[in-house]
């Protein structure tokens, strides 16, 4: 195995202990308080972390909240002591964005361990800066033999169950950040927009889960106030904070950034909403999205303002981030026998087939916010996924699939593996022509995690339509069970820059590896 060394010194987790050490001790009553002696100077203060967003072999988006009015300073350096360290000259930081900033770095070295730091300067005067925050990422590699390995995962917040401090809050953060990934790839639901946290909640056991709680997060997210509450919430736990300093991320987006299984156009009939109009809501909660997340496409000087976006690791890796929400038609049955909107929508459709098409990297990871073959309800007759439980030839949102499978069989696209969450449990499907209904597709695998900190749900029901097989599923027996009563799970990828091969492997919290799985290169079907 040809990695890099991968487990930091004493010294970097050191440094990254101590400059998190005011942002950990960050609780509740004191939320948005400055610490006394910066209070008192009028100094601003970046008590909710760093973070880092899309990192490639060049280029990287840090990320910072101040508590007032700002001016945005980064430096970077090779080294832990800052000699030669280079200045980036971020953005003023006010109201129109919540205090949020994003420092666009280009020029890196490829391969390399890059420190930096953010320091919040006063608007009017530069001398008055508030104390750096540090982190530390990697960038990706030139070189094949470097090796890539990283983790993936999403549902966060969910159903009810919000940072325990009994618990300690979200300890599968630090659990992961031990291990000391290249990048993190979070597959949607990073909120729950449309989930209350309560103080406490009663478990089937007797004991009590207990909660952090926030205004926001008393009532569903509407206003952009709101739904800037409900990111900045899971910025409250420590574990996640220094989680953000150490592992950079790739962030996508699903169904509760804004409200459980919409799609656009859709008017709600929920008395818990007085805005009915879903397209103000997506609005919203995308402006939040844009301000709480370093996400490239999303970034101001990119022009291009979607979520779905091509983030290259090196010559081992593209991840095809996808949006499967902003395009869709309304959920229905699923029996059409004519699509082009589907899931993704035409247009989107059109940019997958040619950036997989162009792509030179040995391994396509297509992270999808939702999963192919596992059938998903909304309600007693729609369907909110890809599969209806129509084990026949494809219809509805299917046909798209159908389309795209066909694509890279047919123009030999290999090394395509699909990652994807949303269903809070764990499991290893293999998609195979002989077994299915439409059988011009190359075989595949879909690998699903989660949850991060949310309730566990039983495995949902397959659709034969694609030829899918259940290798491996860890899932309950009954609905939302809380992160107290079961381990959260999350998935790792590792690629060997020698041999090429990849390995997937689904974790349960507390070091358990559920299921492994290695791939081989240079192949259409696995």
Not at 443 to 469: C, H, I, K, M, Y
């Amino acid at each position: 195995m040809s990695y890099r060394p991968r487990v930091p010194s004493l010294d970097r987790r050191g440094v990254l202990r101590g400059s998190l050490a005011a942002s950990a001790a960050l609780t509740l009553p004191v939320v948005g308080a400055a610490a006394p002696a910066f209070a008192l100077s009028g100094r601003p203060r970046a008590a909710w972390g760093v973070q880092v967003g899309d990192v490639t072999a060049s280029s990287a988006l840090v990320w910072v909240r101040s508590d007032r009015p700002a001016r945005m300073i980064v430096e970077t350096s090779a080294t832990e002591s800052f000699r030669r360290a280079r200045t980036w000259h971020g953005p003023l930081v006010g109201s129109s964005t919540d205090f949020t900033g994003t420092t666009p770095l280009y020029g890196l070295p490829p391969g390399e361990q890059v420190h930096y730091r953010v320091t919040l300067a006063g608007p009017e005067d530069p001398r008055r800066t508030g104390e750096p925050v540090y982190g530390t990422f990697r960038t990706a590699p030139a070189r094949r033999r470097d090796g890539v390995r990283f983790l993936w995962s999403g549902d966060i917040a969910g159903q009810g169950w919000g940072i325990n401090p009994d618990i300690g809050g979200y300890v599968v953060y630090d659990e992961m950040r031990r291990l000391d990934p290249d990048f993190f790839l979070c597959s949607g639901d990073n909120i729950y927009a449309d989930g209350v946290i309560e103080p406490s909640v009663p478990l089937p056991d007797g004991r009590v889960w207990r909660n952090v709680t926030t205004q926001e997060k008393a009532k569903v997210a509407e206003t952009l106030a709101e739904y800037r509450g409900n990111f900045r919430y899971n910025l409250l736990d420590h574990n996640l904070r220094e989680f953000n300093a150490q592992v950079p991320s790739i962030v996508q987006w699903d169904d509760h950034e804004v409200r459980n299984n919409w799609y656009p156009g859709q008017i709600l009939d929920d008395p818990r909403y007085t805005e009915k109009d879903v397209d103000v809501l997506a609005g919203r909660s995308t402006r939040a999205f844009r301000e709480y997340f370093p996400v490239s496409t999303l970034h101001a000087s990119s022009g291009e303002g979607r979520m779905h976006r091509v983030v290259r690791h090196g010559p081992l890796l593209d991840v095809f981030v996808l949006d499967m929400r902003s395009f869709r038609n309304a959920n229905s049955p699923g029996r059409q026998p004519d699509d082009t909107t589907g899931i993704l929508g035409a247009e989107q459709l059109r940019w997958l087939k040619h950036e997989l098409s162009r792509s030179r990297a040995v391994w396509k990871v297509i992270a999808a916010d939702m999963p192919l073959g596992l059938v998903v309800a909304d309600g007693a007759t729609d369907y909110e996924a890809v599969a209806q439980g129509d084990p026949g030839a494809p219809l509805g949102r299917e046909l798209q699939i159908a389309e795209l499978l066909r694509y890279i069989k047919h123009r030999r696209i290999t090394g395509t593996v699909w990652l994807t969450a949303d269903v809070h449990y764990t499991s290893a499907q293999h998609y195979e022509p002989e077994r299915a209904a439409f059988k011009d597709f190359a075989p595949f695998w879909e690998f699903v995690s989660g949850p991060l900190a949310a309730g566990q749900f039983p495995a949902n029901a397959l659709d034969a339509t694609f030829g899918p097989d259940r290798v491996f599923v860890r899932a309950p027996d009954r609905a939302n069970v809380s992160p107290m009563e079961s381990a959260q799970y999350f998935g790792e990828v590792d690629i060997d820059g020698d041999s090429g091969e990849l390995t997937v492997r689904l974790r349960a919290q507390g070091g358990s590896v559920l299921f492994s799985k290695v791939l081989q290169p240079g192949r259409v079907g696995q």
